[in-house]
């Protein structure tokens, strides 16, 4: 298994919250991540369209996943959606997040929520801010 692979694993395990979303990762390297989901009736709001944080979550997901390849515990330090079309039940959306940027401590990230006309959902924007942290506690950790 790659290091970014391990580093996918390891922040699954632990991520709840995306296995309660019911992503299904698709793709996934340093810098990038494409995953999808299908929304369930627990994730509408009251106009029986998927509720606007359920989206900013898929792409919070697919964001961090991108950022954190490195293999550096990488946090948000800004995010910000715009919702351009609604989705209902049933409808499974893809979530494509890309790296724009890579600097020493900041990245910069695109993320596209598309429906499966691929027809643009949401787009969401974000700033990580890379940490001297690992991710995986492993070697990298104790020299450190």
């Given at each position: ?34 995953l999808h989901f ?107």
């Open positions: 298994m790659g290091a970014e692979q391990k580093v996918l694993a390891a922040m699954l395990d632990q991520d709840h919250y995306s296995r309660w979303l019911g992503i299904i990762i698709d793709e996934y390297r340093v810098g990038y991540c494409r299908t929304i369930r009736e627990e994730m509408l709001n009251g106009f029986g369209i998927v509720h606007g944080g359920v989206l900013f979550s898929a792409a919070d997901s697919a964001f961090a996943f991108a950022c954190n390849g490195q293999g550096k515990l990488t946090v948000a330090l800004d995010a910000s959606i715009s919702f351009i079309k609604s989705a209902k039940a049933g409808e499974v959306i893809t979530v494509e997040s890309k790296e724009l940027h890579s600097g020493n401590r900041t990245g910069f990230y695109d993320i596209l929520l598309t429906n499966e006309q691929n027809e643009l959902v949401a787009s969401f924007k974000g700033t990580g801010y890379r940490t001297a942290k690992p991710v995986c506690g492993d070697d990298n950790e104790k020299a450190e």
